[in-house]
């Protein structure tokens, strides 16, 4: 207990066995996601309970996002005494030939370790944009992430138990804890279909950029499915079930990460059959450089650059509009450093005479799938906004 909480302060509690057992320190107690989280001072908290923050488009220019420009998404309670010494991950379910428990050593020690760069980004990144607005965290664009994840290949640990032919869908089981309260609720629990858990890319992770991964994130194990929605990617794992149905726990029916099968009008009320799971996300991109408001000297050429990306596809085109979209010029774009990671982008960008422009920004993926201008399909639950991203520039003579 004492060792968990000197874990989460990260120095040890000196006169900590002095504390009366149920005890909680002023630190847990503290609402400053900078020092609870070690987050960036600009990063926007949109609720605390549960804990939800998101970074602007400028404080994730890094190619590789630094932990304290990652967003926080979270459904309940962060699990707090966690020991990694006894914590196990087991995989059963009716699809399962056996039922297996690895410590967080078993799977360091018995299965090859793999780092891959990926992208997570919530299903509701760009909720706030929806109208008539959709109920849940108005995220804006920063629900999105791109870091390096390191740890066993879901697809080793299946191997390991063994997978009946009739499997469908993997679900997870996390340690967080449900908001009421109440030990028995499950917070949330989904998964992926066997086809992306049998990617490559597709972790059950330990490690996040080269460290233990950080405690909101998911502290000591989760899953990374990079390209879906991050509900996918479990955090806090203990338990992965192999079902013979499409997965069932909360927060996988309903409305839940799901959208309407075909286009709807605005405020449209969608019965549950016609929803159908979100799997890969869509084509985005975001600049972030310069912050939007810049300010530029006539006659200098601005650089602007960015990330695009594209769920299960690769981006193969990336544009720009400096005149509210008439018009587009293609700029630079890098290679994904493994597949579902993030691309770079840039740009010289001239800007004709003193005055005010916006940047647009404009991805299209590998099946010539381009970013809408505008806020796309209206959905009940506002997922899935991949309208282009914009910055305001001024020009300003010296
Ligand atoms: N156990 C658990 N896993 C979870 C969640 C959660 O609330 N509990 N939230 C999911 C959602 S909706 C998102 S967008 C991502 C956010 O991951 P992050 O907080 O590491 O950025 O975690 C997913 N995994
Ligand atoms: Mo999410």
Same mark, same amino acid.
């Given at each position: 207990?004492?060792?968990?909480?000197?874990?989460?302060?990260?120095?040890?509690?000196?006169?900590?066995?002095?504390?009366?057992?149920?005890?909680?320190?002023?630190?847990?107690?503290?609402n400053?996601?900078?020092?609870?989280?070690?987050?960036?001072?600009?990063?926007?908290?949109?609720?605390?309970?549960? !804990?939800?923050?998101?970074?602007?488009?400028?404080?994730?220019?890094?190619?590789?996002?630094?932990?304290?420009?990652?967003?926080?998404?979270?459904?309940?309670?962060?699990?707090?005494n966690?020991?990694?010494?006894?914590?196990t991950?087991?995989?059963?379910?009716?699809?399962?030939?056996?039922?297996?428990?690895?410590?967080?050593?078993?799977?360091?020690?018995k299965?090859?370790?793999?780092?891959?760069?990926?992208?997570?980004?919530?299903?509701?990144?760009?909720r706030?944009?929806?109208?008539?607005?959709?109920?849940?965290?108005? !995220?804006?664009?920063?629900?999105?992430?791109?870091?390096?994840?390191?740890?066993?290949?879901?697809?080793?640990?299946?191997?390991?138990?063994?997978?009946?032919?009739?499997?469908?869908?993997?679900?997870?089981?996390?340690?967080?804890?449900?908001?009421?309260?109440?030990?028995?609720?499950?917070?949330?629990?989904?998964?992926v279909?066997?086809?992306?858990?049998?990617?490559?890319?597709?972790?059950?992770?330990?490690?996040?950029?080269?460290?233990?991964?950080?405690?909101?994130?998911?502290?000591?194990?989760?899953?990374?499915?990079?390209?879906?929605?991050?509900s996918?990617?479990?955090?806090?794992?203990?338990?992965?079930?192999?079902?013979?149905?499409?997965?069932?726990?909360?927060?996988?029916?309903?409305t839940?990460?799901?959208?309407?099968?075909?286009?709807?009008?605005?405020?449209?009320?969608?019965?549950?059959?016609?929803?159908?799971?979100?799997?890969?996300?869509?084509?985005?991109?975001?600049?972030?450089?310069?912050?939007?408001?810049?300010?530029?000297?006539?006659?200098?050429?601005?650089?602007?650059?960015?990330h695009?990306?594209?769920?299960e596809?690769?981006?193969?085109?990336?544009?720009?509009?400096?005149?509210?979209?008439?018009? !587009?010029?293609?700029?630079?774009?890098?290679?994904?450093?493994?597949?579902?990671?993030w691309?770079?982008?840039?740009?010289?960008?001239?800007?004709?005479?003193?005055?005010?422009?916006?940047v647009?920004?404009?991805?299209?993926?590998?099946?010539?799938?381009?970013?809408?201008?505008?806020?796309?399909?209206?959905?009940?639950?506002?997922?899935?906004?991949?309208?282009?991203?914009?910055?305001?520039v001024?020009?300003?003579?010296?």
């Amino acid at each position: 207990m004492l060792a968990s909480l000197s874990t989460v302060i990260g120095t040890n509690i000196v006169f900590g066995e002095k504390m009366e057992k149920d005890y909680e320190p002023l630190f847990l107690q503290d609402n400053d996601p900078q020092s609870l989280f070690g987050k960036h001072a600009e990063m926007t908290t949109l609720n605390d309970r549960p !804990w939800n923050i998101e970074a602007k488009a400028h404080l994730l220019d890094d190619a590789v996002t630094p932990e304290d420009r990652m967003f926080i998404r979270n459904n309940g309670v962060i699990p707090r005494n966690i020991d990694p010494e006894n914590w196990t991950l087991t995989i059963e379910g009716e699809s399962a030939q056996n039922q297996k428990s690895y410590t967080l050593n078993d799977l360091k020690t018995k299965f090859k370790a793999y780092t891959y760069q990926l992208t997570l980004e919530c299903g509701g990144n760009g909720r706030s944009e929806f109208n008539p607005p959709a109920k849940g965290n108005q !995220w804006t664009i920063g629900a999105v992430s791109c870091a390096n994840w390191t740890g066993v290949r879901l697809k080793d640990l299946l191997a390991d138990v063994g997978v009946n032919g009739d499997a469908v869908y993997i679900g997870y089981y996390g340690k967080d804890t449900h908001l009421s309260g109440d030990p028995n609720k499950v917070v949330i629990s989904r998964g992926v279909p066997m086809d992306k858990a049998m990617q490559d890319e597709t972790l059950v992770a330990f490690a996040m950029n080269g460290k233990d991964i950080p405690l909101a994130h998911g502290y000591p194990l989760r899953l990374v499915a990079g390209g879906f929605p991050a509900s996918a990617s479990g955090k806090w794992i203990n338990r992965l079930v192999i079902r013979n149905i499409v997965h069932d726990g909360p927060k996988m029916t309903g409305t839940a990460y799901r959208v309407p099968a075909e286009p709807v009008a605005p405020g449209t009320e969608v019965p549950e059959e016609m929803m159908k799971i979100i799997e890969s996300m869509p084509v985005k991109s975001l600049i972030t450089y310069p912050k939007s408001g810049a300010i530029v000297k006539e006659g200098q050429s601005l650089e602007v650059r960015g990330h695009a990306w594209a769920g299960e596809q690769s981006v193969n085109e990336m544009d720009i509009s400096i005149d509210f979209g008439a018009t !587009w010029q293609r700029v630079r774009l890098g290679r994904p450093k493994n597949r579902l990671a993030w691309q770079r982008w840039s740009a010289d960008v001239k800007l004709p005479q003193k005055g005010y422009y916006e940047v647009w920004a404009r991805a299209t993926d590998s099946n010539g799938k381009s970013q809408p201008m505008v806020v796309p399909g209206w959905n009940p639950k506002g997922y899935l906004n991949n309208a282009c991203h914009r910055i305001a520039v001024k020009v300003v003579t010296v």
